[in-house]
């Protein structure tokens, strides 16, 4: 901190505001509004001055906002240094530089969102046809919006240009440095477009446009682009420009500047107490904006495996998230200027933070990079929250946004003690088993209210997978349970001890308990579901039985099929719950269409929906209108991001050919194409981490595949010879996939990338006609046939992805 004789000689620096209207005395001076939160806020007056005195940069001014009452609102230090110095005031003029990109772009281009003029997911060139030059043809709205469209930072200045038209060519000309949605590379070309798709919509240019249905709206009467000559005094200078002379009222970004200081990425003047005005709008309901715009705005938006979050303009955690400090949540969201602005907004705790500095000022040298976290800091600090918003803000900073996939702050893994269903009812004496326990997520009253019977007859679905922490077959467990019959034991695919690839599996006897084993998976759709003669003779049907986490594994389905049968027979299903072995944080891949019902569809859900077996059991009884008598027993110690290594337990292949975490976690994709005439690797030590077939050339493939940077894995070209399924006993050329960041991988999109590229190279020999057996949607299909862009496919299905979000939430059991 600063020493005494600098407190004393800084105080001349600062000059202090009550509300609205300025004050010239010192600090002291307080409203009684503010008297219960400025004392911890003080710390706020040292931070500030400090910088001033390192010379990071020559004043400031700086507004908290807390639960509806403006908290603090001060200004420091000088707003000019040279060519004279002048005294920074609460009213100065900033040059916002990139706030400009979220104050007016982002809001402006939200309106025609709203109007329904714009949409998100469309490419840009449906509104500037001349942008799809040098292949931009792909690039999406959204992907400006969150700067993954892989265009340069900036336009070419090196050469001599001028005038807003020839930049819009410029911009429209160039080649995107890596393919669109493939990386984050924070560009203000994304923004000059969509400066000037603001234009082309609205047939107004953007400035004109801002001031009449945003500015004026709100109130914002200091606000705009092109400051005129009046309010000169009272705008703090940048720097001086290339011919040496100190800009003040004239925009500092030197493509702006080209460009007449109107442009979508910068260019805008304000000062804090009209960003106050914005943010408050932002937070309490907004004249220029609906709740739902404001909330597409403000939440994750960027593709799902991006390493940043970013909403539409707005930044959540990214490289650039210095000015949300070290306490305040991911949930919160903001934005920085070159110039030495920033805006913060905490919607949790009701908060938002403006810190306007010229830290360019005089030449460039200051920046307010290290102030913008320390007041974040110190603010999130000292705010008097409630109990409910110190748990909210501890579950969001340790969760962050655990279902958009990658955070730079996200929990990737833990050592976790998961207890399963069959556990939690060990520990439990079997009291949901016996009627004894009102404790559980039941959607059936009368079983709390049911006495308990001497013996309940029940049947266990399950398979290798059922075992408990110590190693006990659910069945041994169960069928020395009190009050319990074990009366039949029902196997799904690859029989009970899951080591069978055939339809052709019987009934046996279990030679542990002597109980019958009843298959139901066969060649027929009456094969696969359970026989209601059984069902009547029983009370009840557990499920023990470990998930993949993947629309099409059958497992799921034969769920389905018992809660309708059960329905029919008058019983009760329990089921006891296991984790989602690829987290239930992720919702990845394209929804089923309506009316394709089967065994790898038993509804309308994405490839990867990120719930557990109990979970869906919840959702399939409500959303198929079965309406059986359920009962979930939950885990104990599982959350939403636990990958299965997080988790204590001990692997069991679910499956023959699910062997490992690895191979789990790309079956999701992989599996999209077994259904074509490639090997996926079955028959191989590595099943689903190995592609190929006898006329792929691999190396080829990996080449193709690694220039499309797919996010979370590389390929690596080698050669194999399955020893079954598809071409068994033939060598193969191909690609063995690494995984190199499974948070930030998505399953179903690399399957469309994998079958998009075959069908490029290998257009003759590569037969995609059934592959729609697993995918069930035909525009997803029609897409990668006529060669559209993976990633573009893979926009095109985030709207349903966001509907489906919004049905399973009903259904979640667990954090």
Same mark, same amino acid.
């Given at each position: 901190m600063i020493n005494s004789f600098w407190r004393r000689s800084a105080a001349c620096l600062l000059i202090t505001a009550?509300?609205? /209207? @300025?004050?010239?005395? &010192?600090?002291?001076?307080?409203t009684k509004k503010q008297s219960a939160i400025s004392p911890r806020l003080g710390v706020l007056d040292n931070i500030v001055l400090e910088a001033i005195h390192n010379g990071q940069v020559p004043g400031a001014v700086l507004l908290v906002w807390h639960n509806g009452t403006v908290v603090y609102r001060k200004a420091f230090g000088n707003r000019a240094l040279e060519p004279r110095r002048e005294p920074m005031t609460v009213d100065t003029i900033f040059d916002l530089a990139s706030l400009t990109k979220v104050v007016a772009t982002t809001t402006a281009v939200m309106q025609l969102i709203q109007a329904g003029e714009v949409r998100p997911n469309e490419p840009v060139t449906k509104y500037l046809p001349e942008f799809g030059q040098n292949g931009k043809e792909d690039i999406t709205v959204r992907e400006l919006l969150t700067h993954h469209s892989g265009l340069p930072e900036d336009l070419d200045l090196g050469q001599p240009w001028? /005038?807003?038209?020839?930049?819009?060519?410029?911009?429209? $000309?160039?080649?995107?440095?890596?393919?669109?949605?493939?990386?984050?590379?924070?560009?203000?070309i994304n923004f000059i477009t969509l400066g000037a798709l603001v234009e082309r919509v609205s047939g107004t240019t953007l400035d004109k446009y801002c001031e009449k249905n945003i500015f004026v709206p709100l109130g914002m009467t200091h606000t705009r682009f092109l400051p005129p000559a009046a309010w000169l005094r009272k705008i703090a200078p940048t720097q001086y420009d290339e011919s040496n002379k100190m800009l003040r009222g004239v925009v500092h970004d030197p493509t702006a500047r080209r460009m007449g200081g109107i442009a979508g990425h910068a260019g805008l003047f304000s000062t804090a107490d009209d960003l106050s005005k914005f943010a408050q709008a932002l937070i309490n309901g907004s004249p220029v904006l609906s709740p739902l715009m404001v909330e597409k705005m403000t939440t994750p938006q960027q593709p799902p495996t991006s390493t940043v979050l970013r909403g539409f303009g707005w930044d959540i955690d990214s490289p650039f998230s210095s000015n949300r400090g070290d306490l305040l949540p991911v949930g919160s969201f903001g934005h920085t200027g070159f110039t030495g602005t920033?805006?913060?907004?905490?919607?949790?705790? #009701?908060?938002? @933070?403006? *810190?306007? +500095? !010229?830290?360019?000022?005089?030449? /460039?040298? /200051?920046? $307010? =990079?290290? *102030?913008?976290?320390? =007041?974040?800091?110190?603010?999130?600090? $000292?705010? &008097?929250?409630? @109990?409910?918003?110190?748990?909210?803000?501890?579950?969001?900073?340790? +969760? %962050?946004? !655990?279902e958009t996939q990658t955070a730079a702050r996200k929990m990737a893994s833990r050592n976790g003690a998961v207890q399963t269903g069959i556990d939690v009812l060990e520990s439990h004496g079997f009291d949901v088993l016996r009627g004894e326990s009102p404790n559980v997520a039941t959607s059936d009253p009368a079983a709390v209210a049911n006495p308990a019977r001497s013996k309940k007859r029940i049947a266990l679905l399950t398979n290798q997978t059922g075992v408990d922490s110590q %190693?006990?077959?659910?069945?041994? =467990?169960l069928s020395k349970a009190p009050g319990i019959s074990l009366d039949a034991i029902v196997s799904p695919e690859h029989g009970v001890t899951g080591a069978l690839d055939t339809t052709g599996i019987g009934n046996s006897l279990d030679a542990a308990t002597n109980v019958p084993v009843y298959s139901v998976y066969g060649a027929s759709d009456a094969a696969r579901r359970p026989s209601l003669d059984l069902l009547r003779n029983l009370d009840a049907v557990v499920v023990d039985i470990q998930d993949a986490g993947v629309r099409f594994y059958t497992y799921e389905s034969t769920l389905g099929y018992f809660l309708e049968a059960a329905a029919k027979a008058g019983i009760e299903v329990i089921v006891l719950d296991r984790p989602n072995p690829i987290t239930g944080s992720f919702i990845q891949g394209p929804l089923t269409e309506v009316g394709h019902d089967s065994f790898t569809n038993y509804m309308p859900v994405p490839v990867r929906h990120g719930m557990t077996m109990g979970e869906l059991a919840k959702m399939f009884n409500e959303e198929r209108n079965i309406h059986a008598h359920l009962t979930v027993v939950p885990m104990d110690g599982w959350i939403r991001g636990d990958w299965y290594d997080s988790t204590g337990l001990g692997w069991v292949n679910p499956s023959p050919n699910l062997r490992s975490l690895t191979g789990a976690t790309l079956y999701p994709g992989v599996a999209l194409v077994e259904g074509t005439n490639v090997s996926v690797g079955r028959g191989t030590d590595t099943p689903f981490e190995l592609l190929g077939a006898p006329w792929i050339n691999g190396r080829e493939l990996a080449q193709y595949l690694n220039a499309r940077n797919i996010s979370g894995v590389r390929f690596v070209g080698t050669s194999f010879t399955p020893t079954a399924s598809t071409h068994e006993n033939q060598r193969c050329g191909g690609v063995n996939i690494v995984l190199t960041e499974r948070n930030a991988f998505d399953a179903p999109e690399l399957g469309i990338e994998i079958a998009s590229a075959l069908r490029k190279l290998y257009p003759e020999q590569f037969h995609m006609e059934r592959m729609n057996q697993l995918l069930v949607n035909q525009s997803v299909f029609d897409a990668i046939s006529q060669g559209e862009d993976p990633r573009r496919i893979a926009e095109d299905w985030r709207e349903s992805?966001? #509907?489906?979000?919004?049905?399973?939430? #009903?259904?979640?059991?667990?954090?």
């Open positions: 009550s509300g609205f /209207g @300025i004050v010239s005395s &010192p600090a002291r001076a307080q001028q /005038g807003r038209d020839t930049a819009f060519r410029t911009a429209f $000309a160039v080649t995107p440095n890596s393919p669109p949605g493939s990386r984050f590379l924070y560009s203000d920033s805006l913060w907004i905490d919607p949790t705790t #009701k908060t938002f @933070i403006v *810190l306007l +500095t !010229n830290g360019v000022h005089p030449r /460039g040298k /200051g920046t $307010a =990079v290290a *102030l913008r976290s320390k =007041v974040a800091t110190a603010v999130a600090a $000292a705010l &008097p929250l409630t @109990i409910e918003e110190k748990e909210e803000m501890r579950w969001r900073s340790i +969760t %962050g946004y !655990n %190693g006990q077959r659910t069945i041994d =467990v992805l966001e #509907k489906f979000a919004q049905i399973r939430q #009903k259904y979640l059991i667990y954090k």
